[in-house]
């Protein structure tokens, strides 16, 4: 049984320049949340999706967007990068609205320089 | 909006003591989840805690939240160089809005 899965691992860009990270939520689980984690912090929420849907969003600016896709994976896209950008991106994935155990992925490591 | 203390930030102990890492919320909380994160990797489940004053143990691990359900406690009996990481918080609003503490980092020496 997979778990959750994140590509790329790695990703360096700069200042500007636009960056899309996947994700595939854990067999079974339909419920895709985004985190940002800067280094030495806990995480921060992006957003959640299900069904195809933005259902929650954290304080995050709308340079941040997602996609869900009808296999229930899903997208992260920023745009015009910052510095600030630069931080561990999660996904975690749950069973559904109501389950508040999340799995989280190995995360991507983006560098904005 | 919702914010999650976690203290200490650091936590070093000789292994065999005991540790333990405390969650406030500004809010009352619907359930409290707790996570690990090793050095490098992502974190990890631990538990859910939901009901007010519920205490659940795993093995050398016993989590508490409280009465008012504004403040949790992860406490780990005689420490194992295993257990090192940052251990999380995260208070659970609407469902999936899980708002993360900033961790405490415990190190144990052998």
């Known amino acids: 049984d997979a778990g959750v899965t994140q590509s790329p691992t790695h990703l360096i860009k700069t200042r500007g320049q636009q960056v899309t990270l996947r994700c595939s939520p854990k067999s079974g689980h339909d419920t895709v949340s985004w985190y940002q984690q800067a280094l030495g912090q806990g995480p921060q929420f992006i957003f959640q999706y299900y069904e195809e849907e933005e259902r929650q969003r954290g304080n995050f600016p709308d340079r941040f967007s997602g996609h869900q896709f009808p296999n229930y994976s899903s997208e992260l896209n920023v745009n015009a990068l910052l510095l600030g950008d630069s931080a561990l991106y999660l996904c975690a994935s749950r069973g559904g609205l109501g389950y508040n155990e999340q799995f989280f992925g190995p995360g991507t490591r983006l560098t904005v320089l | 909006g919702q914010q999650v203390m976690q203290i200490p930030q650091y936590q070093h102990v000789q292994e065999g003591e005991d540790f333990t890492t405390y969650c406030n919320s500004s809010t009352t909380l619907s359930n409290i989840q707790w996570y690990k994160q090793r050095p490098g990797g992502h974190p990890v489940f631990l538990i859910q ?25 992860l406490h780990i009996t005689a420490t194992q160089t295993t257990d090192v990481g940052t251990y999380f918080c995260a208070g659970g609003g609407n469902a999936g809005k899980s708002t993360f503490g900033d961790g405490t980092t415990l190190t144990v020496k052998p």
């Open chain 2, 49 to 73: 805690l939901v009901k007010s004053g519920e205490v659940k143990k795993q093995k050398r691990l016993t989590f508490q939240f409280g009465e008012a359900k504004k403040n949790s406690s």
